[in-house]
């Protein structure tokens, strides 16, 4: 399962936009335009999305952000300490939740994440 997650790095707010078997780039951009009405309705603003440079991020990603004024941020190749931050929450579910339960799911999986 893929999970698509993103981190106020402020506050440390983790909101997880979803989780899918196959990730496709109507899914991802989707997932994009739930992020800004999720911004919206909050009435936060986000100015940066600092991302890797994987394959899965079509240009309409890019472009949906970059339509609500967030700018995106590509981290550098193999430097990890970018999105330091991040990585460590993905390491500490993989530790803390993973390595413990079993997952049968999406929906389980999602409950666990929250």
């Known amino acids: 399962m893929y999970v698509l ?8 707010r983790i909101r997880i936009l979803g989780a899918t078997a196959h990730p496709t780039a109507s899914w991802v951009v989707r997932a994009a335009k739930n992020l800004v009405m999720d911004l ?7 100015r940066f999305l600092i991302r890797d440079r994987d394959g899965k ?6 472009s949906v952000l ?5 700018e ?3 981290t ?3 430097i990890p300490r970018m999105n330091a931050i991040m990585e460590r929450w993905v390491q ?8 413990r339960t ?3 799911n999406q929906r389980h999986l999602l409950h666990a994440l929250r």
Do not use: K, M, S, Y
């Open 40 to 46: 919206e309705d909050a009435r936060c603003r986000a």
């Open 72 to 74: 995106i941020v590509l």
């Open 92 to 99: 500490t579910c993989r530790h803390e939740l993973l390595d």
């Open 66 to 70: 970059a339509d609500a004024g967030i």
């Open 76 to 78: 550098g190749v193999r």
């Open 102 to 104: 079993l997952i049968w």
């Open 57 to 62: 991020f079509p240009g309409p990603f890019d």
């Open 5 to 12: 997650a993103v981190i106020e790095h402020r506050a440390r």
